[in-house]
């Protein structure tokens, strides 16, 4: 599989199609690049029945999105040209949708799948998928990928424009946000704006057991990523992925400054774990726990605190460049 490359990302012109619709994800696009200043949605096609266009605005002016019934239905000059998909799709259609969507796009590099509970089969198999064809998939259950300055690929940043504006998305920043929950990663992208460091790029890794793109990936990302100066990680009890970024900062493959808070250490007063809301997050042995994955994250060189309140702090106290907001 082919890990994200921002700088790739940003020499493409973003092409995107829609597997599905959601109206108020794909207005939000719409408004981000009015906001960036461009002439031109970077949507390009919905894939949807029962229609041939659906109006949105573009600032002021209505505009009208091709809808196709198929991908195969796309015009092939038209096909060619996209690069990106979000796949708005329920999770059971999302194999299928995505296997369909691939076969017909020949220059897709990567895309977002938002559906929640992917069969964990067809989770394995999108995993196998994109490795054949060398591309890159956030989710499921991802809000999707954000690269300041350049690209919105799903509901990441907010889906009003006033929530847009507040997230300072408009300037490449220099601070990278990686975070398995939705929720978390948009209060994150808040605390870097606020903080007046600006965002390099955020990633949604997404709740599921199996996401097609791990944490680990993602600092890959981050660290090769030349404007990316410091790394802000929000991860949960449950699972080994903290201990695959452990790996990754004591071989120096990580070199970039890691602050991350790993929530759930409230599980730990139960008897019996709980289930948290996604699906991975769950601690079957100690390992697993937060407070573990904390303590092993900080003995690697990570700050990792104890608290919420504490994480905003430490990416408070980056020693880096303030980004000022740029809206053409």
Not at 135 to 151: D, E, N, P, Q
Not at 200 to 213: L, M, N
Request: net charge neutral; glycine share 10%; proline share 5%.
């Amino acid at each position: 599989m082919a890990n994200l490359d921002i700088q790739a990302i940003k020499d493409a012109t973003p092409a995107i199609i829609c597997l599905g619709s959601h109206p108020g994800i794909i207005q939000s696009i719409l408004d981000f690049d009015f906001l960036l200043g461009r002439e031109k949605p970077s949507i390009v096609a919905v894939v949807a029945a029962g229609r041939k266009r659906e109006r949105y605005f573009f600032g002021k002016r209505e505009v009208l999105l091709p809808v196709y019934e198929s991908p195969e239905a796309v015009p092939q000059k038209q096909a060619e040209q996209i690069n990106l998909f979000l796949n708005l799709v329920s999770g059971r259609r999302v194999l299928e949708s995505t296997k369909t969507l691939l076969g017909s796009m020949p220059n897709i590099i990567g895309g977002t799948i938002f559906a929640e509970r992917v069969p964990e089969r067809h989770a394995l198999e999108l995993y196998e998928l994109v490795e054949q064809k060398q591309i890159w998939i956030t989710g499921g259950a991802s809000v999707g990928l954000m690269v300041g300055g350049h690209l919105k690929l799903g509901a990441i940043g907010g889906t009003q424009a006033s929530q847009l504006v507040d997230s300072n998305l408009f300037a490449a920043g220099q601070v990278a946000v990686v975070s398995s929950s939705g929720g978390m990663v948009n209060e994150i992208i808040r605390t870097v704006a606020n903080s007046g460091y600006g965002l390099s790029f955020a990633v949604a890794i997404g709740g599921e057991r199996f996401p097609v793109t791990t944490p680990k990936q993602a600092m890959l990302t981050a660290e090769k990523d030349p404007n990316t100066k410091a790394i802000a990680y929000f991860g949960e009890l449950g699972g080994i992925d903290e201990y695959e970024l452990v790996k990754l900062l004591e071989t120096k493959q990580l070199t970039k400054p890691l602050i991350a808070y790993i929530a759930g250490t409230v599980a730990e007063l139960f008897e019996t774990p709980p289930q948290f809301g996604h699906a991975k997050a769950m601690a079957s042995n100690h390992a697993e726990t937060a407070s573990a994955k904390r303590e092993a994250l900080r003995a690697a060189g990570a700050q990792a605190g104890d608290s919420f309140g504490q994480f905003v702090e430490q990416i408070n106290m980056l020693n880096l460049p303030k980004v000022d907001q740029q809206i053409t």
